[in-house]
């Protein structure tokens, strides 16, 4: 086997899994996984002889951007892939990665990848040459290969350059002594024909993919699965003209608005309980956490604390309501809220103090973001709810937020077309142009670049 060891650093279980099987299938060189670049850093220290480095760029533990700096300063000798759906020309203007995109090669592997191009790459970057497997075989780690093998492929031992001991003959299931006679021996690898493989391969996916649909994990693992979407908010928000800037600011405080909410019990347990529900309730704070982010840093109070309470108020904001269906509802006027049934307009009406008093509840939050999401649903013309408030009553915050909302909500509930958009902006235009919401409105045409 070759010294030189590869390391692969990803954040979601499955990309991590399956690059390490496409890489292991075909070269002899060891792998090490890691899930952020402080992992990815230790593994570095612990293994000098690592000869290469694959990482994902958005990790919640510590980016891929952090794994590049420590790696340029510590051991530039050591080649980096960079693994992100993002385009070359977005990456490399982020600083944390200024110096990765000067050569003529380009390091970046595009998500979600390509065998080929994944092999490819770390062939061209490479100090010393990768170990072809034998021909005729793919390489399976001994932990992979006893937790995917449900098609009960043979499996061979690796004992000499060029030979190959069949130890698992097909259909056969495999003993737990001799699990015990190879991994004594030290091997962490067996082999798989390579007719076999494919069949392998497709139940190993089936069963990461089952993995990940059936986990019934903590909240930390579903911020980080709801965050893998962060790629297309990213991409919808370029999209519809926001800058680069502006979505780099914006995905710094929602990365740490939701890493302080994993460190605090409270709030994350009143999380999950967001988390737990379909896709639009979270889709929709995530969503008004960029837009606001971005309004208010062109504003005149765009500070750290300003970015904060907005980021929590658009994960609170309909933390009350049970129903995605019901949180879909913006205004009273709406038809959907003409055909509710009483009691679930008053579920409706009542939410923005609902979500207050859990809030309340937490005790560490600042009385503006209860403010914010008391307003949330307050009109510039006064009929909004529940309180009826007009554009010179709703607090400067919430009519950034309220903007956001409604910018969010239409981009989540509608086609996103070129013909959206314009119809979008001609509704801001139209009715949040005076009162407290002509400052945030101003602002939010700048962040789109309108
Ligand atoms: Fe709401």
Redesign the pocket.
Known sequence: MSEGKILIVDDNESNLEIMAMYIESEFDNETILGSSSVDGIEAVKENPEIDIVISDYYMPGGDGGQLYQWLKENRPDIPFLLVCGENQDVVEKLPELSGLFSGDFSPLVSKPFKKEELLEKMKLVMNKELIKVIDGYKRISIDRFLTFNKCFVGAHLKIGDNKMLKVVNKDDEISEELIYNIVVKGVKYLYIEENEYESFMDSAMSEVMEKLATRDGDETEKVKLQMDSVESIHEGLRYVGMGERAIELAHGVVESTLNTIKSNKKISSILKTILKKDNYIYELSLLTCYISTAIANETEWATTETYKKLSYASLM??VS?KSNDL?KI?KKTDKAFEQLKPEEKQLVLS??LK?CEVVEGLGELSPDVRNIIWE??ERPNGDGFPRGLNKSKIGTLSCIFILS?EFAHRLLTEPITHELLESIHGDLDKNYSSGNFKKPHEALKRAFNR
Do not use: I
Request: aromatic share 0%; hydrophobic share 20%; charged share 10%.
């Open positions: 904001q309909d309501l949180a913006c939410h923005p979500s949330h649903h909302h």
